[in-house]
């Protein structure tokens, strides 16, 4: 696997990969990697002939320095795992070639990046716009990976690449879950034995909204609701029925595939599950 720090490096290796006439997958990620990356590598090498992974934590998506300043890295292990999981070609840019002295080129889907979770992360979508905009240009893959577990940013990115023509392909990650039903998620380890078996509510939930006969966002809405509300650990956050594509606010009976988004804590945890279902 090799390793660049610099963009022109990065496209000499990725040259000639083309001239080989090979197919490139890339995989951006801000490092500190999970389990949720390793199936991002895994579906991108599905695809393509060759996965390149992208590590940088970017500061454009980070509302508060003490956030940025405290997010957690760990290269040297970072680069074992893309290793291990047959990662072809690593790039780890320095701030200043992605974002170079002056720079004042955001870009930002105006609609979509400030609803739902964009409404209380002022910033946070224009951010990751604009990072991934970058990457796919000093890439230029013919595919990218992303995690349904970001369903917004999900969302977000397939209509950046949509909008800008960028000739890539969105591959979209299915979230992985542990063998109860949990989401996998860095912030699984901090739940205390009672809120691990509690939160397994979040993907019962689900499950039981998806079984609904004849679904409304009423009854999905009280479903999800009135399941959580019982279970006296869990303090629910944030929970849309939104139209799975758009993300625009919906209501009445389904009758397009709908997304549901939604955010539990458990004892200061805060975790995410989201699932699209069909009408
Ligand atoms: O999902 C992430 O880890 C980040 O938002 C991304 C897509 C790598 C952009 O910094």
Redesign the pocket.
């Known amino acids: 696997m090799q390793v660049c720090r610099t963009v022109s490096d990065c496209r000499n290796t990725v040259r000639a990969f083309r001239r080989a006439g090979e197919t490139v997958a890339l995989v951006?990620?801000?490092g500190f990697l999970h389990d949720g990356h390793l199936a991002l590598v895994a579906a991108a090498k599905a695809r393509a002939d060759r996965v390149v992974a992208?590590i940088?934590v970017?500061p454009t998506?980070f509302g508060e320095a003490a956030d940025l300043d405290s997010y957690p890295r760990d290269e040297a292990r970072d680069l074992r795992m893309l290793e291990a999981a047959g990662v072809d070609l690593v790039l780890i840019p320095e701030v200043e070639e992605v974002y170079p002295k002056g720079d004042e080129t955001i870009v930002e889907t105006t609609r979509m990046a400030n609803i739902l979770h964009g409404e209380v992360r002022p910033g946070h979508f224009r951010?990751?716009t604009s990072?991934?905009a970058r990457?796919f240009n000093f890439v230029q893959p013919d595919f990218a990976a992303?995690?349904e577990k970001?369903y917004q940013?999900l969302q977000i990115?397939k209509r950046m690449t949509r909008d800008l023509g960028f000739p890539i392909d969105i591959i979209s990650v299915p979230i992985v879950r542990e063998a109860d039903g949990l989401a996998m998620s860095s912030r699984n380890v901090r739940l205390t034995p009672e809120d691990r078996a509690a939160a397994l509510v979040l993907s019962r939930a689900l499950d039981a909204a998806e079984a609904i006969p004849e679904k409304t966002t009423q009854s999905l809405y009280d479903t999800i609701a009135d399941m959580i509300g019982q279970e006296h650990r869990a303090t629910l956050r944030g929970l849309d029925i939104v139209a799975a594509e758009t993300l625009d606010d919906i209501s009445g009976p389904l009758i397009a595939p709908a997304a549901i988004m939604m955010s539990v804590e458990f004892g200061g945890v805060l975790l995410l599950d989201q699932r699209v279902i069909q009408p």
């Open positions: 951006p990620t801000m992208t940088f970017n998506q951010g990751v990072v991934v990457l992303f995690g970001d940013q990115i």
